[in-house]
């Protein structure tokens, strides 16, 4: 636990945890400290890229305050694809750590939906004296598991297909949800997925180069198609 607890280093969460961590330790009878003593030695967990969050701490300490006392969030917000700063205000519901990033998941006042914001994004913040209710409707899991990756967008079911040499390695996880597998004859298969957004699955995609086609959306295809054109631009 302590080792999978490493990329949260020098932020709030880990102090906290590391701290009841001991507290426990200190409460368990000597029989159960030999045992874990011996079973960290017989488990080790290898280290994920992460990144240092030093810089962010004081960000998510107050996120985590707002969310505590319920109050909305102003926020000045980096904004990659238009490099440009705006100010938001956004009613927290969770923090969301994903591939070694905090995220927001919340509702932009702004933009009247919900958004996710990359904490690491984020500029300034302060928070206000606005108040908010999360809606009964609200399920964070299922907010999650709906989006391919970290990116949220309009539901689009797509079609992909995948080479034979990389079917196993595709069957043997679960990407997604509501995922259906179908195996080919030849070997190859053909992954559909209901998900929110295509942002993600896209460079999912083209991760795998060659070996996989997408079928549906005809949106994803165009996308892919632009970034291929981009990359032989790059290369000529």
């Known amino acids: ?25 200190t409460n368990l009878p000597k029989g159960y400290i030999i045992f874990l003593e011996q079973f960290e030695k017989n488990l080790k967990v290898g280290q994920q890229p992460y990144k240092y969050h030093t810089e962010i701490n004081e960000t998510l300490s107050t996120i985590n305050k707002a969310i505590e006392k319920r109050k909305c969030i102003d926020i000045l917000y980096f904004v990659i694809s238009r490099k440009k700063k705006t100010k938001r205000r956004v009613a927290p519901y969770n923090i969301w750590y994903s591939k070694g990033t905090f995220y927001i998941i919340g509702h932009c006042m702004m933009r009247k939906t919900m958004r996710t914001f990359a904490c690491d994004r984020i500029k300034a ?66 992954f559909k997925a209901e998900v929110a957004g295509i942002h993600d699955i896209k460079i999912w995609v083209m991760s795998l180069g060659s070996k996989a086609k997408v079928i549906e959306p005809e949106s994803l295809k165009i996308e892919i198609k632009s970034e291929i054109d981009s990359l032989l631009a790059l290369y000529r």
């Not at 999650?144 to 196993?168: L, N, R, Y």
């Open 1 to 25: 636990g302590r080792d999978l607890l490493n990329v949260l280093k020098n932020t709030v969460f880990h102090d906290s945890l590391k701290s009841l961590f001991s507290k426990i330790k």
């Open 125 to 190: 913040i302060d928070i206000s004296d606005e108040a908010f209710i999360i809606p009964a409707s609200f399920n964070i899991d299922e907010y999650i598991q709906s989006s391919f990756g970290v990116f949220h967008g309009e539901t689009t079911k797509v079609e992909i297909w995948f080479a034979p040499d990389v079917a196993e390695y595709i069957k043997e996880k679960k990407w997604h949800e509501s995922q259906e597998i179908l195996e080919q004859e030849d070997g190859s298969i053909i």
